[in-house]
């Protein structure tokens, strides 16, 4: 089969999609605590929280974003999303003082999580069963392309004009796929299974809390995170204390990172194709645990290759199975509410960071031995049961 005609013709849109406004994104995004520095004079606690209040809106936001985009549509969801997402990175470019940055990190937090569930269930819609393990794992891939591409040329722009203008540049990106999916989107009948008689929010989110496999499996993905969470918090403190010129290392690992998930991805989806979503989460949930043990008794640049390269296997096995078994748990008609749900797993990566943090400063020889048990533990909540192939 061409791979042109492995999805439909939307799906393959919204991939590409994926591809150009994360480039977009990563343009901007990941510079913004040296922005705050350099042209706003911020502080270490003003820059954390401006930083850490996008993750934290966005894991709450993603259920309401869900239930919107099951209630009344991806389309309308989607494209006021973008529209939105667009006016926040002009607001960056244009913002001097603090509190206002807060404010619209705030906001691009809530905006990504109305946009992931939304396009994530559009696709699901117009995608076989068969055949969605292989279409996270390329949506996974095209995210990993963006964050290889979107940070050079963010660097080489701000370079040779002013730091403000990748922000400009995202936002005017972000107009151009909105007016570019407002075509598309109308172009093509929406396939969204829509229940005959809408449940109110309060009455959904009760449903989600009284349903054992997703909150199981929101428990053992936050343990996954809090392991995943090491890489940008813990990894390079780690490094710098144990390797001279710590950083040259780091940001080799980080290019070594995204490599391997660009050059394993799409083998490893083939083969994980042939088991079920929780035996393909277990292998990645041991790889990782393997990965973070050896990150800890690394002490040379060879180890720690090998401790990265073991980490981001169990990455590549791990995060795209995640999507998929969500989409096994949710109804028909709560595609996007149960994707959104789902983002309350992102809180490892908020309290990751702590715990961390606090191993580091007093038991660093057995810190990532502890976070690797924890993240092991998140295999418990991945049991079989009768009649369900995931959790």
């Known amino acids: 089969m061409k791979l042109s005609k492995l999805f439909h013709p939307l799906v393959w849109i919204i991939l590409g999609g994926t591809v150009f406004t994360r480039i977009a994104s990563f343009m901007a995004m990941p510079f913004l605590a040296i922005y705050l520095h350099n042209e706003i004079d911020a502080t270490p ?115 040779l004009s002013s730091p403000s203008i990748p922000f400009i540049l995202t936002g005017a990106m972000y107009i151009i796929y909105a007016i570019f999916l407002f075509f598309v989107l109308n172009r093509y009948e929406m396939q969204q299974q829509k229940a005959t008689t809408p449940t109110k929010i309060l009455q959904t989110f009760t449903i989600l809390l009284t349903n054992r496999v997703l909150l199981s499996f929101i428990a053992g993905a936050i343990l996954i995170n809090i392991g995943y969470s090491q890489f940008d918090s813990t990894l390079p403190q780690l490094i710098e204390l144990k390797i001279e010129d710590g950083a040259k290392l780091y940001s080799l690992l980080i290019s070594l990172n995204a ?109 990532y031995i502890v976070i690797a048990i924890l993240v092991l533990c998140g295999s418990l909540f991945y049991k079989a049961k009768s009649g369900q192939s995931t959790l």
């Open 45 to 159: 606690l003003q820059i954390g929280l401006t930083i850490g209040i996008a993750p934290l809106i966005s894991t709450v936001g993603g259920f309401f974003g869900g239930y919107l985009t099951d209630r009344f549509g991806r389309k309308s969801v989607i494209l006021l999303t973008i529209l939105v997402w667009s006016i926040v990175f002009f607001g960056f470019a244009t913002a001097h003082t603090i509190w206002l940055f807060v404010v619209l990190n705030a906001l691009n937090g809530l905006c990504r999580s109305f946009f992931e569930p939304s396009t994530q269930a559009l696709m699901i819609d117009f995608t076989p069963a068969d055949k969605r393990k292989r279409l996270f794992s390329l949506r996974y891939t095209a995210i990993n392309i963006a964050a290889v591409i979107g940070p050079i040329i963010g660097v080489y722009i701000a370079q």
């Open 259 to 367: 490599a391997v998930v660009l050059l394993l991805q799409l083998p490893i989806s083939i083969l994980s194709e042939r088991f079920s979503s929780r035996a393909t989460l277990l292998v990645g949930i041991l790889f990782f645990a393997v990965g973070l043990i050896l990150f800890g008794l690394s002490n040379t640049y060879p180890l720690f290759i090998v401790a990265m390269i073991l980490f981001t296997i169990g990455e590549i096995f791990a995060f795209p199975t995640m999507n998929v078994m969500i989409d096994e748990i949710a109804p028909d008609t709560q595609k996007a509410t149960y994707l959104g749900a789902s983002q309350f797993k992102n809180l490892g990566g908020f309290i990751g960071p702590i715990i961390g943090g606090w191993l580091l400063t007093h038991y660093l020889d057995a810190m």
